[in-house]
Structure formats: C-alpha cells, structure tokens
C-alpha cells in the first residue's frame, strides 16, 4: 500500500475508533511534537493499530468455539502483561464500573 493511502487508511479507522467510544481523533497525531496518541477517549490515550491480515492469531484465540473467552491476557518475557478483548466487551465493563461508581 503506497504512503498517502495507508496513512488514509490509518486516520479512517482512528475516526472510526473515536466515534465508537465518543471519543475525539487526534489531528497530527505522530506528526508532530505535542500531538501524541491517535484518539483521546473513556479517559484514556490510545494508538490505533489496523492491519489486514496482522492480528489474525489475536482474533482466532478470541474466537475459539470451545473455550469462548471474553478477553486474552498476553505476556511476553520481561514485558508486562497486556489484556485484549473485543470492544463491546470493554464498553460493557466500563459501563458497569460507571454505573457502580454512580456516574
């Protein structure tokens, strides 16, 4: 994928992301210095990452018919650790975790 186009792919999913979780897309996000992060949301900064094919063992593990987890923990050797779930399932946990904290 030529430079213009996967840099339109990218700034597509960060707006798509942002809308998902009423969050706001990060102008020059990686462009320039004060500009950090893609999307600002959920009290959160995050980096979006899409590939085509990139996470396909991420996605199998999640699917698993057998086992049906709801999230992947991952560590790798003297990193920490990582969740990973899909995100109507984050959505659920941080509506839950709102409605106990009364907000």
């Excluded at 500009?35 to 995050?46: H, T, Y």
């Excluded at 996470?55 to 650790?81: G, M, N, V």
Aim: net charge positive.
């Amino acid at each position: 994928m030529s430079g213009k186009k996967s840099r339109n792919k990218g700034q597509r999913r960060e707006r798509e992301f942002a809308k998902l979780i009423e969050g706001r897309r990060i102008p020059l996000s990686g462009a320039q210095e004060g500009f950090e992060n893609d999307v600002q949301g959920l009290g959160l900064n995050w980096e979006v990452k899409a590939r085509k094919n990139g996470f396909q063992t991420l996605y199998k593990w999640l699917e698993d018919e057998r086992e049906k987890p709801d999230a992947l923990a991952l560590k790798a050797d003297r990193k920490p650790w990582l969740v990973v779930l899909p995100l109507e399932k984050f959505l659920e946990l941080i509506g839950t975790c709102d409605e106990e904290q009364g907000r």
